[in-house]
Structures are given as structure tokens and as C-alpha cells.
């Protein structure tokens, strides 16, 4: 920003950045900066990363021209700025909804709708695991990228616009396979090859589980997982239980 400074520019960036120590220095700078902020930065008042909001609430507090707000929406969001006065103001999202939301949120996703859609889009369907090679996150964080640019232009330019995200990488996959797909995904004939899917949901449970039909016997183990193909679709644990039921059938 160092060309951009003292013209009065307004600034948006996300949490990665945002401190009240930066947010109180761009006054001096004559540039207005506004964004997301991490609860544990210092400096940031206890009154509002502290406090337990219902959904819809808000709270702030200001000082020395920088303003910090709590806002519960489907989760907590915290916010910093020293371009606003908090007020609530009425918007209408995609689907014609109306609602009220605090102007700082309004304006953060007006101007960093580009970068944050981009970042929730690769978070829906991300290959990162945790891994002590911190390059192979890298690598594989960079694919989902190069993956989304791809799914952006075929929605803009290809023939078919109407692929789900979802759908598009599993094209993707199965171009990258090619003729290699039948050798490595064995195809269910017959009941000939047994494989675990997740209990399905009740109305008590989202994620209900069951005893463990092998180890349940000796310990007290339930699992989220059964049998697809066996009769009775007997719960089972992922791995050793699977394996020593079907060697006993």
C-alpha cells in the first residue's frame, strides 16, 4: 500500500491482517481500513470477544477512532474498521430475503466478495490433510486453485454452464485417470464385493451410531458405519472389525 497511502483510499483485508494497532496507524496515513479480526489479537477489547450473543445480536466499542463489533449471525463474526459509525441497516440477499446486518458487514462483503467467495468455494470440497510436510499443503492448495479457475471459465465459457462444482472435479478426476479407473475402483457386481457406508440419519441423530457387531462384545465400541451389502447391514468399525466379520462369514 506504501504508494497508495495518504489519499484517502479505503482499505478492506481479512483477519489475517486486521489488529487495532494497524487499524489506529492507517489514521495517521489518511487511508480508512476495514476487515475481519482474529479474537485472540491484541489490544481487542474482552467486551466483545468475550460476549455470548444470540443470532442476530451485536455488540462494539470504539476508541481512538477504531471500531470493534461482535455480530452473531450462524456463527460469531468480529470486525474492525475506522471507516464506520455501527448502525444496522437492512439488505436483501440473492433469494430477495430481507434482513438487517451491521453497515461494517455490509461493506466487507461488497468489496472483498472476490477474494472471500474464491477462498469458501476451495473450502467446500478441499484436499488438505494435516501433514508435517508443510509443501505437500502447499502443492495440494495450489491444485484447488488451478481446479476452481478451471470450474470459473468452463461455467463462464463452456458448453455446459450449469455443472456443480462438485460434479466438475469429479470430471476432473476421472479425466486425470483415464483408462487406469477400472483398474483401481473395483465395480459392484453381485454383491460380490462388500463395502462400509454411513448409517443413514434418524430423527433423533444426525450421525447416529450402533455397537460394533465384532469388538462391541468385549469392549463398549459403536461405530458410524455399516455394511452396505451384508443382510441386516451389520454396524462395523472401519479397518480390523470389517475385516475379521467378513473372514468369519
Keep these: ?29 489518511n487511508t480508512y481500513i476495514c476487515g475481519t479480526l482474529r479474537t485472540d489479537r491484541k489490544s481487542n477489547p474482552k467486551e466483545c470477544t468475550k460476549a455470548k450473543l444470540k443470532r442476530g445480536d451485536v455488540i ?11 455480530w452473531k449471525d450462524k456463527r460469531d463474526v468480529l470486525m474492525i474498521s475506522n471507516l464506520h459509525s455501527l448502525q444496522m441497516i437492512e439488505v436483501t440477499n440473492r ?32 484436499c488438505l490433510r494435516k501433514t508435517i510436510r508443510w509443501y505437500k499443503k502447499v502443492a495440494l492448495h495450489v491444485f484447488d486453485i488451478f481446479v476452481l479457475n478451471a470450474y470459473c471459465l468452463s461455467s463462464k465459457h463452456g458448453v455446459d454452464k450449469t455443472t456443480s462444482l462438485l460434479k466438475f472435479r469429479e470430471l476432473v478426476v476421472t479425466d486425470l485417470l483415464g483408462d487406469r479407473l477400472n ?12 463395502y462400509l457406508s454411513s448409517i ?23 461405530t458410524r458405519y455399516e455394511c452396505a451389502v451384508c443382510e441386516n447391514r451389520p454396524p462395523l468399525c472401519v479397518g480390523e472389525c470389517f475385516r475379521m466379520y467378513h473372514s468369519k462369514e
Design 1 to 29: 500500500m506504501e504508494k497508495f497511502l495518504g489519499k484517502g483510499y479505503h482499505l478492506y483485508t481479512d483477519n489475517f491482517y486486521n489488529s487495532f494497532e494497524l487499524t489506529k496507524h492507517m489514521i495517521s496515513q
Design 60 to 70: 462494539s466499542r470504539s476508541r481512538e477512532g477504531v471500531v470493534v463489533a461482535k
Design 95 to 126: 433469494r430477495g430475503e430481507k434482513k438487517m446486518k451491521p453497515n461494517i458487514i455490509k461493506d466487507y462483503n461488497q468489496y472483498m466478495s472476490g477474494v472471500d467467495k474464491a477462498d469458501q468455494m476451495v473450502s467446500y470440497y478441499d
Design 183 to 194: 483398474e483401481i475402483v473395483p465395480r459392484i457386481t453381485n454383491n460380490s464385493v462388500h
Design 200 to 222: 443413514p440419519p434418524n430423527e433423533k441423530k444426525k450421525l447416529p451410531t450402533k455397537p460394533c457387531r465384532v469388538c462391541s462384545k468385549t469392549k463398549r465400541k459403536e
